[in-house]
């Protein structure tokens, strides 16, 4: 881990962009009021990007890294290392489906976040070795974001986040009347789609999350 990029309190609350919950807004003024609301990290999560133009693609992310340098917010792309190296974000996601952890951070060299989706301690270590600066742990409870996301039971999160020096964030079906059950896991943060982005005021939605989240973490 690269601690000059990514800081454990940088992770507190990780926002994950999704299109789906916008109705008609823009993105980028929704990841504005996530941000707001104390969001401390915001990843691009686009998968309708392959029927949406690149070039509209393309001038969202840049939009979107402006936005998060303005904020002091690290700002990284799920998957596409091409955009993310296209337009110099902070880093990329990748999981254990996509892009092999140690080709992606070989590809955005050492100067770049790299963010890891991992299920077992076996993998948390390969990622760790390959250079990850923090690690995706989910689903710790069910969600409708990601449907073929398996569950990581708390006593299996715990062992990650003891496996390794790299900080975990915890990610599935987490909301502000669950993440306190995270409590005592070691994990440095949560990351989050609907429980931001589904809800009507996304900056209170933020601000009341980053709270509990403290509240688990005991601080």
Not at 191 to 219: C, M, N, P, W, Y
């Amino acid at each position: 881990m690269n601690e000059m990029l990514v800081r454990k309190e940088d992770l507190l609350l990780y926002a994950v962009t999704d299109r789906r919950w916008l109705h008609g807004g823009r993105l980028y003024d929704a990841a504005e009021r996530a941000l707001q609301g104390g969001a401390t990290f915001l990843q691009l999560r686009e998968k309708s990007a392959g029927t949406m133009p690149r070039a509209s693609l393309l001038e969202e992310a840049r939009a979107l890294r402006l936005l998060c340098r303005r904020y002091r917010v690290p700002f990284v792309i799920d998957d596409d290392v091409e955009l993310a190296m296209a337009i110099g974000v902070d880093g990329v996601h990748v999981g254990q489906s996509d892009m092999e952890a140690g080709a992606a951070r070989q590809r955005i060299g050492k100067d770049k976040i790299l963010g890891v989706s991992v299920q077992t301690v076996k993998e948390a270590r390969i990622a760790a070795e390959c250079g990850a600066d923090y690690l995706g742990v989910g689903a710790v409870f069910p969600t409708n974001s990601k449907e073929d996301a398996e569950a990581v039971h708390y006593e299996t999160l715990k062992e990650i986040c003891s496996a390794t020096a790299v900080p975990v964030v915890a990610i599935g079906g987490i909301n502000d009347e669950n993440v306190m059950q995270l409590a005592g896991s070691g994990i440095a943060g949560v990351a989050v789609i609907s429980a931001i982005f589904a809800k009507e005021d996304i900056r209170l939605a933020a601000q009341r999350l980053l709270h509990k989240v403290k509240e688990a973490k005991g601080r």
